[in-house]
């Protein structure tokens, strides 16, 4: 890509109601503050992948509040798919800036989490010439139990192709599958079952033709609260 047309990072998260959760748009920085975004386009999307707004940042702000903007453009409207659509000078970013999020429940006395927001559809491999290859993305969960249940939030960035995807679950050495399918621009939250047969559960792999957006979260039985958002991590095969 040549040095003086901007690249792109396409990045996603999911945001619940009752939660501060706030962006850095830009994590790398000097000086000179030389180091901001030239553009960056929000758009927020309900599970079924309608679009309910789409609007561009201020992409010299350091951090947006994710919670004021959908409090302000999409109240009440549940779990939604958040992708930020980000553009860059290559010569002042080399390897792509990089989106991090804190996320707190109000009114809470749990910890905030901390989590790098996840890039999607290939942003990583149509850098490195390998679109076409199968995606895999995997999860290692902590061998001691914590009162918490799994799952996996899941989107399709695609804008036209719906996405085929299969879910691989690791119990004791056993694995157990299952599919099904995303349209475009939507999302889901699969449960994991936390033990089969006796034993309780290991890893979590998902496959799919290119990159999704997907996070691994734990919530507290008693409360739902979250208690993990992590992304999941890529590997090619």
Do not use: C, W
């Amino acid at each position: 890509m040549s040095s003086n047309r901007p690249s792109a990072l396409l990045s996603t998260t999911f945001h619940e109601e009752g939660y501060d959760h706030l962006v850095e748009l830009v994590h790398q920085r000097d000086s000179d503050a030389r180091r901001h975004l030239e553009s960056l386009d929000v758009a927020l999307h309900d599970p079924d992948g309608k679009v309910l707004v789409s609007l561009p940042v201020d992409p010299r702000q350091e951090l947006l509040d994710l919670g004021a903007l959908v409090a302000a453009h999409a109240p009440g409207a549940g779990r939604l798919m958040v992708a930020f659509d980000a553009r860059y000078d290559e010569r002042i970013f080399p390897y792509r800036p990089h989106h991090y999020a804190y996320l707190h429940r109000r009114g809470s006395a749990l910890p905030s989490l901390y989590y790098a927001v996840n890039a999607v559809l290939g942003g990583v491999p149509d850098r490195i010439g390998a679109t076409g290859l199968n995606n895999f993305e995997t999860y290692l969960f902590l061998r001691r139990g914590t009162g918490e249940r799994h799952s996996v939030l899941l989107g399709n960035l695609s804008r036209f192709a719906p996405s085929d995807v299969e879910i691989f679950t690791y119990y004791g050495g056993a694995r157990h599958a299952r599919e099904m399918t995303l349209g475009p621009k939507a999302h889901l939250e699969v449960a994991l079952d936390p033990e089969r047969e006796g034993a309780r559960l290991e890893r979590v792999e998902v496959k799919a033709l290119f990159r999704l957006a997907s996070y691994v979260v734990g919530r507290r039985v008693s409360s739902g609260e979250l208690v993990l958002f992590d992304h999941l991590f890529t590997y090619f095969k």
